[in-house]
């Protein structure tokens, strides 16, 4: 128990739900910030579409995606490759945001989803 609790206070969940998604258009589902100074894993996530017309999720971090991880109506697991975020020299916060896209040329859609993102600062300095 104390191995799952040490762990479970180093995990945060970046959530959105019902953000509408304008036709032929992306979305920003939710965001989160690494910090200066931090490292930062993201390692699972869960996206619900209202519908087909949204057809892939992407990780962004700082604006740029890095990471497809999902296509279909409802996807959800692991990452198969951690995405890690390394702010320890940076300049200012680092965004990571889960986005939505819309292929439908004709209707909006909405969708809901989060990431799980680990910090693992300690153990990036122990390594």
Not at 25 to 53: Q, R, T, W
Not at 79 to 92: E, M, W
Not at 109 to 119: K, N, Q, R
């Amino acid at each position: 128990m104390v191995i799952k609790k040490v762990l479970e206070e180093h995990v945060s969940r970046a959530q959105g739900v019902d953000v509408p998604i304008p036709a032929n258009s992306e979305a920003v589902v939710a965001s989160h910030s690494v910090p200066l100074g931090k490292v930062h894993k993201v390692f699972g996530y869960g996206l619900s579409a209202d519908g087909s017309n949204v057809d892939y999720f992407a990780v962004h971090i700082d604006g740029v995606a890095q990471a497809k991880v999902y296509t279909g109506t409802y996807a959800g697991g692991q990452l198969d490759d951690d995405i890690l975020i390394d702010n320890t020299s940076g300049a200012a916060a680092i965004d990571v945001d889960p986005v939505v896209h819309n292929a439908s040329d004709l209707s909006g859609a909405e969708a809901s989803g989060f990431i799980l993102v680990e910090d693992v600062t300690d153990s990036q300095a122990s390594s």
